[in-house]
C-alpha cells in the first residue's frame, strides 16, 4: 500500500511538472521575450489574452470525461489524453520558437496563433491531469496530493523558466557578438524550442501514474456536459453562485500581479534577464517549495477552511512587496526579500486551493468539474490581464499593485459561505 501510495505522489509530481512548463513559458519566457525586445506593457499585456483558452476549457472537458485519447485508449482514460496532449505540446513549442518575433518590429501574429494552439494543448492537458489527481487522491490524500502537484509544478519554473533566464545571455552568444539583437533572439527561439521539448517527460509521468480504479464514465455525452453541473447544484444548492465567485476571484491578486511583473522588473527597475532568472526564479522556487509543503500539511491538519483563510490573506499581503521595491528603487537585497515572501505565500496559497477544488469534484466528473472552477481561476487572470498593460499606463505600477491587492478582499469575506458541506469521500475538515 505504501508503495502504492508512493507511486501515486512521484506520479502526481511529474504530472504537476507537465502541467507546470506550459504556463511558465507562455507567460514568464514569453513576456521575458518581449520585454527584452523593447514590446510596449500594452502589448505584453494583449499577448496574455492567448491564455484565454484555460478559462474555456469547460466547454470541451467533458470530452476527457466521456472518450477516450485517440492512439493512447490503451494507457485508460486519464492517462491517455494526458500522454497526448504532451507529446502535441513538445510539437507546438517548437513552431512557437520557430515563428517567434525578432524584434520590437516583428509581426506578432504568428506567435499569437502559435502561443493560442499551444493554450489550447495546456489547457486541456491542465483538465486531464487535475481528473486525475482529484479521481485518483481522496480519503485525506488530498493535501499531500495538492503538495505533490505544487511541487513539481514549480520544478517547471526553477529548472526551465530561470534556467532560461539565467542562460539567455550566454546562449545569445552562440549566434552573434554581446548585445546583438539578432543573436539575442535567436537565443529566445533555441530556449523556447528546447524548454518545450521537456514536454516529453509528461508521457513518462502518465505512463507511471497509475490509473483510476473502477473509475465509470458518464454513459452519453449529454450526461457528461450536463451532469457535473447537476452534481454541484446536488451537493452546493444556492452555494454554488457564491463558490464560482471565490473560484473566479481568489486567486486574481496572484494571476493580476504576474502579468505585470516582468515588465515592471526589467523596464521599469532595469534588471537584468539574469539577475531576474537567478533571484525570482531560482530564490523563489526555494521558497514555493517551501511553502508548497507546508500548506499540504497545514490542510490535513488545521483543516481546509483555516489553511484558506490564512494563506488568502497571506496572499493579498504579499503583493504589497511590490510597492516597497517600486518605492525604494533598483536594489538586488530588496528584490530577494519581495521574491522570498511572494513565493512562500504563493506555495501555501497554492495547495490549500487545490486541496479546496479537489473536495468538491465528484471522481467521474473531475474533468469538467475542475475545468469549470479553474477555468473561472484563469479566465479572470486572462481578462484582467490584457488590461494590465493599460491599467499600467493610467495608474502607474504603484496603483496597479495595490488594485491587485484590493481585488483579493471579497472572495477572502465570501469564504465561510463557499465551502462544501458534505465530506465527499474524504476526511478534510470543512467551514460552513
Not at 130 to 149: I, K, L, Q, V, W
Not at 170 to 185: C, Q, S
Not at 283 to 312: D, E, H, N, Q
Amino acid at each position: 500500500m505504501a508503495s502504492i501510495r508512493q507511486r501515486l505522489v512521484l506520479s502526481i509530481g511529474v504530472l504537476g511538472f507537465a502541467s507546470g512548463l506550459p504556463n511558465v513559458l507562455l507567460n514568464d519566457t514569453l513576456s521575458a521575450w518581449l520585454s527584452d525586445l523593447g514590446f510596449k506593457p500594452t502589448d505584453i499585456g494583449l499577448f496574455s489574452l492567448i491564455t484565454l483558452p484555460y478559462g474555456l476549457k469547460l466547454l470541451w472537458a467533458p470530452l476527457l470525461d466521456r472518450y477516450p485519447a485517440p492512439g493512447f485508449a490503451w494507457l485508460g482514460l486519464r492517462r491517455g489524453w494526458i500522454a497526448l496532449f504532451c507529446a502535441l505540446l513538445a510539437i507546438g513549442f517548437g513552431v512557437l520558437a520557430w515563428v517567434g518575433p525578432m524584434d520590437a518590429n516583428s509581426s506578432i501574429f504568428p506567435a499569437i496563433i502559435a502561443g493560442l494552439a499551444i493554450a489550447v494543448l495546456s489547457a486541456s492537458l491542465d483538465a486531464a491531469v487535475d481528473a486525475h489527481r482529484t479521481a485518483s487522491a481522496s480519503g485525506g490524500e488530498e493535501g499531500p496530493a495538492a503538495s505533490a502537484f505544487v511541487l513539481g509544478y514549480r520544478v517547471a519554473f526553477v529548472s526551465i523558466g530561470a534556467a532560461v533566464l539565467m542562460l539567455h545571455a550566454k546562449i545569445a552568444l552562440l549566434f552573434g557578438p554581446v548585445g546583438d539583437p539578432v543573436a539575442r533572439a535567436l537565443a529566445w527561439r533555441l530556449a523556447i524550442a528546447v524548454g518545450g521539448s521537456t514536454m516529453l517527460l509528461g508521457i513518462g509521468g502518465a505512463l507511471l501514474a497509475p490509473e483510476p480504479s473502477q473509475l465509470r464514465r458518464p454513459e452519453t455525452l449529454a450526461a457528461a456536459v450536463f451532469q457535473p453541473f447537476i452534481s454541484f447544484w446536488r451537493s452546493l444548492g444556492k452555494r454554488v453562485a457564491i463558490v464560482f465567485f471565490v473560484a473566479l476571484l481568489f486567486r486574481l491578486p496572484d494571476l493580476l500581479g504576474n502579468k505585470m511583473t516582468m515588465p515592471f522588473l526589467r523596464q521599469e527597475m532595469g534588471f537584468e534577464i539574469a539577475e531576474i532568472g537567478t533571484i525570482r526564479q531560482l530564490l523563489g522556487f526555494t521558497m514555493t517549495i517551501i511553502g508548497a509543503v507546508v500548506g499540504g500539511v497545514c490542510v490535513k491538519r488545521w483543516g481546509l477552511f483555516w489553511s484558506l483563510v490564512v494563506f488568502g490573506i497571506l496572499q493579498v499581503a504579499s503583493n504589497g512587496g511590490y510597492l516597497v521595491l517600486a518605492a525604494t528603487g533598483k536594489s538586488i537585497p530588496v528584490f530577494a526579500g519581495v521574491v522570498v515572501v511572494e513565493n512562500l505565500c504563493n506555495g501555501l496559497v497554492s495547495a490549500a486551493f487545490v486541496a479546496y477544488f479537489m473536495t468538491l469534484c465528484e471522481p467521474r466528473f473531475a474533468a469538467a468539474q475542475y475545468a469549470i472552477l479553474s477555468g473561472l481561476m484563469y479566465l479572470a487572470g486572462a481578462i484582467v490581464g490584457a488590461v494590465s498593460g493599460f491599467l499600467v499606463t493610467q495608474y502607474g505600477y504603484s496603483g496597479f499593485f495595490i488594485l491587485s491587492i484590493v481585488v483579493g478582499i471579497p472572495p477572502l469575506l465570501a469564504l465561510p459561505w463557499a465551502m462544501p458541506r458534505r465530506s465527499q469521500g474524504n476526511s478534510l475538515q470543512n467551514a460552513a
